[in-house]
């Protein structure tokens, strides 16, 4: 069983930047891949980005490439998700999740996360 733990989230103005932390229970968090997800109201949840179990590749979604960075401090079993030039539609709900079924491979599909954080609400006015 894993825990994941989200904090960093809050309102911000457009422009300004937050970093959102997850923190992981357990001895194999150095095993998973980890993501970033996000659930505006009425909508889908939605991948925003991925980082592979070393920490050496990561995905981007298109909606936030240039402005949000994914990172991992195995040895913190935490993942962090820097967000620059936020943008009031970046406003949502943001999920950690932790995969064990691609061999830690950074993945963009939901199916493959087995473990969900509770959620960290970030609101993004103009």
């Known amino acids: 069983q894993v825990q994941l733990v989200e904090s960093g989230g809050g309102p911000v103005q457009a422009g300004g930047s937050l970093r959102l932390s997850c923190t992981a229970s357990g001895r194999t968090f150095v095993s998973y891949a980890m993501g970033w997800f996000r659930q505006a109201p009425g909508k889908e949840r939605d991948f925003v980005a991925a980082v592979s179990w070393s920490g050496t590749s990561t995905v981007i979604a298109e909606a936030v490439e240039g402005r949000f960075t994914i990172s991992r401090a195995n040895a913190k079993n935490t993942m962090y998700l820097q967000m620059n030039s936020l943008k009031p539609e970046d406003t949502a709900v943001y999920y950690c999740?932790?995969?064990?079924?691609?061999?830690?491979?950074?993945?963009?599909?939901?199916?493959?996360?087995?473990?969900w954080g509770q959620g960290t609400q970030v609101t993004v006015s103009s």
């Open positions: 999740a932790a995969s064990t079924k691609r061999g830690g491979i950074a993945t963009v599909d939901r199916k493959d996360y087995d473990y």
